[in-house]
């Protein structure tokens, strides 16, 4: 007499199929039995039921959303706020812009001073021709041109170049 391990079901003499196989659940009777034998894990904890609505992706949404808004926020601040602390030790004739009206760039350059009280000294090469022979000894090619600190020349307006010429020169 043959019972299953799995089932245990009592094989009848008079069963069809093969004799390593229970005919009421058709297991392997060998394999059933070996795996009883191995012994068993501890028994996992259940897991937690899923939150409606996905609570995870929702946070790590929310987590991700604050990350951009500090680090896109902290770094336009911190490009307006260094423009501020410069601009209380930038003197009248610190700054000389050579350009002329109508010159877009320029104009950008003139916002971008007023914004931020920049004090600097503007020369209009078409108007002047003081300021139009100075601008061609500065060698540069185009308006607006910049001399900072009567030394250094900035061709055109950047205001990342131009604030690193303005740190460079004061620390010099």
């Known amino acids: 007499m ?8 009592v094989r009848p ?6 004799e390593w196989q229970c005919p009421a659940c058709g297991v392997c009777y060998a394999k059933v039995a ?4 191995e ?6 904890a259940p897991a937690p039921p899923p939150r409606p609505g996905g609570g995870s992706t929702f946070v790590w949404g929310l987590i991700a959303v604050v990350c951009l808004i500090v680090l ?4 336009e601040w911190n490009k307006s706020s260094r423009w501020t602390t410069l601009a ?8 000389v812009m050579y350009a002329y009206d109508g010159c877009e760039p320029a104009s950008a350059a003139r916002e971008h001073f007023q914004n931020y ?17 100075q601008w061609q000894a500065l060698k540069t090619k185009g ?5 900072i600190y009567g030394k250094d020349v900035q061709a055109g307006f950047s205001k990342d170049a131009l604030y690193k010429a303005l740190v460079r020169k004061r620390e010099e």
């Open 117 to 133: 009280d920049i004090a600097y000294t503007e020369c209009d090469v078409q108007k002047d021709a003081q300021c139009y022979r």
């Open 88 to 95: 209380k030790h930038i003197a009248p004739g610190d700054i």
């Open 2 to 9: 043959v019972v299953c391990p799995k089932c245990e079901h």
């Open 34 to 37: 070996a795996r009883k034998a």
């Open 143 to 147: 308006v607006p041109a910049f001399l």
């Open 39 to 44: 012994p068993t894990a501890a028994p996992r």
């Open 13 to 18: 003499p008079d069963a069809t199929n093969p």
């Open 72 to 75: 896109f926020g902290t770094s």
